[in-house]
């Protein structure tokens, strides 16, 4: 086996959660590896939608990227907000802003992770960074000070030791967490996901919506449609792990099943066909707070188990995750502490802003299981145009969202047309 010279921080994974904590590392001028497994363009299963979150993290990075996506429609779709479909077939729109008459672009995007990834990746600043692509994290043994890994370039093995600094972003089935604080997967706490491309689907949102479909067969998942660039539409079904085992579910049928069957979506299938196969990956919930650092580690994104349980989303934490762990390396450079004590500080930082959010998010995802509830919820949305606007504002304001955890707000709308 090869060694290498000594390198202080290294990234796993060239994903959104990589590819930002190296992003900001550059920005803060200070040089690290990055270790990916596959080179880019590559695909990654998901539902290609980009959060608001998403774009505030690169915002932060360069207010001009944003730019960029609006400069290439042929790779992101501009995206004004989501409709909810309840059990019982009603749907409401809830644009992401309440007033967006004065918005400079839309607030999310969608675009193939094929297209996102690469976009990410080219933008690594090789300044600062030493990116080794087809080069995949095999080992980890401790040190007394940092790490040694073992990695692999095609045939060959190499060791790269006295690191100081790993940050995990090497995403779900992430063997920085494994190795390094014994992560396992747990039923309730984790959701399979699968996705298709279709061409040819109709009734799309003009506004380029995102479409959940909560579909009695599939609760207490659902079926999602999101349109995408050149007449595509990224559709998939989710569903918590734990559920699919109890109801012993085939997610793929009960899709294609749903797409045959309902006559809402029958209707807008009857000529769409589909592109390439349907692929299936998991998605780590974040839904229980655990640890996100150790001695000399960090776990970012899906490393980490930081999706979102309501929504799925993940991409946004990963980037947000990867920005605070940048941030976080910076301190502990000018501190020279790579310590668990010290670590924990990141942690803090990430739930700080996020468990609030990730917390609503998990009770939201138990109110599936109550269909009446949401058909309840729906029904007098779809009447009233002031909860509508409430439920809007649950998008970028935390405090208008926790009043969905509390009781008197289901009770005032009973009393409220
Ligand atoms: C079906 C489905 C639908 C989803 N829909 C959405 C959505 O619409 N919007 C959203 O925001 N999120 C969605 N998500 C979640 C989202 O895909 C993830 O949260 C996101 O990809 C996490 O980014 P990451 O960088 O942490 O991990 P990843 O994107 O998985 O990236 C990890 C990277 O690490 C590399 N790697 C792995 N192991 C090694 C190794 N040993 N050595 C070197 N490199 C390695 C991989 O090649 C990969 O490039 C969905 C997920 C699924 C499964």
Redesign the pocket.
């Known amino acids: 086996m090869n060694q290498t010279q000594a390198s202080t921080i290294v990234i796993?994974?060239?994903?959104?959660?990589?590819?930002?904590t190296s992003l900001f590392l550059s920005k803060l001028k200070i040089p690290h590896t990055v270790?990916?497994?596959?080179s880019f363009p590559?695909d990654?299963?998901?539902?290609?939608?980009?959060?608001g979150k998403?774009v505030q993290v690169l915002k932060q990075l360069d207010p001009s990227l944003i730019q960029h996506f609006q400069n290439k429609p042929n790779a992101f779709l501009p995206s004004w907000g989501v409709q909810f479909v309840a059990p019982n077939g009603k749907s409401i729109d809830i644009p992401f802003k309440k007033d967006m008459q004065n918005e400079p672009h839309a607030p999310g995007f969608?675009s193939k992770?094929m297209d996102f990834?690469a976009t990410l990746f080219s933008w690594l600043d090789t300044t600062y960074a030493t990116v080794l692509t087809e080069?995949?994290?095999?080992d980890i043994t401790n040190e007394s000070d940092g790490h040694a890994i073992t990695?692999q370039h095609k045939n060959e093995l190499k060791q790269i030791t006295d690191v100081k600094m790993l940050v995990g972003?090497?995403?779900?089935?992430?063997?920085v967490g494994k190795k390094l604080i014994g992560r396992k997967k747990e039923n309730k706490h984790y959701?399979?996901?699968?996705?298709a491309y279709y061409s040819g689907v109709t009734g799309l949102h003009e506004q380029n919506f995102?479409e959940l479909h909560f579909l009695k067969d599939l609760l207490p998942g659902y079926l999602?449609i999101?349109p995408l660039p050149n007449g595509q539409a990224?559709v998939?079904a989710?569903m918590l792990s734990a559920s699919i085992s109890a109801k012993k579910i085939n997610l793929k049928e009960s899709m294609l099943k749903a797409i045959e069957n309902n006559p809402a979506l029958k209707a807008r299938f009857k000529n769409a066909e589909l592109q390439g196969k349907i692929e299936?990956?998991?998605?780590?919930l974040g839904s229980k707070k655990r640890p996100l650092s150790g001695d000399h580690f960090l776990l970012?994104?899906?490393?980490?188990s930081?999706?979102?349980p309501f929504?799925?989303?993940?991409?946004?934490?990963?980037?947000y995750s990867?920005m605070l762990a940048a941030k976080h390396i910076q301190k502990c450079i000018e501190k020279n502490s790579f310590k668990a004590a010290f670590n924990e500080q990141y942690d803090h930082a990430f739930y700080e802003r996020q468990w609030e959010e990730l917390k609503l998010s998990h009770t939201m995802q138990k109110m599936v299981k109550f269909p009446w509830l949401f058909n309840f919820v729906v029904n007098k949305a779809h009447k009233n145009k002031l909860l509508r606007e409430t439920i809007s504002c649950m998008f970028e304001d935390l405090d208008m969202r926790a009043k969905l955890r509390n009781p008197l707000f289901y009770l005032k709308l009973i009393g409220n047309d």
């Open positions: 796993v994974g060239a994903g959104p959660a990589g590819c930002a270790i990916e497994k596959n590559r990654k299963v998901c539902g290609d939608a980009l959060s998403v969608i992770r990834d080069t995949t994290l095999i990695i972003a090497d995403g779900d089935r992430s063997i959701c399979a996901g699968i996705r995102i999602w999101f990224n998939g989710g299936g990956w998991g998605l780590p970012t994104g899906d490393a980490g930081l999706i979102d929504t799925g989303e993940g991409i946004g934490n990963a980037m990867g």
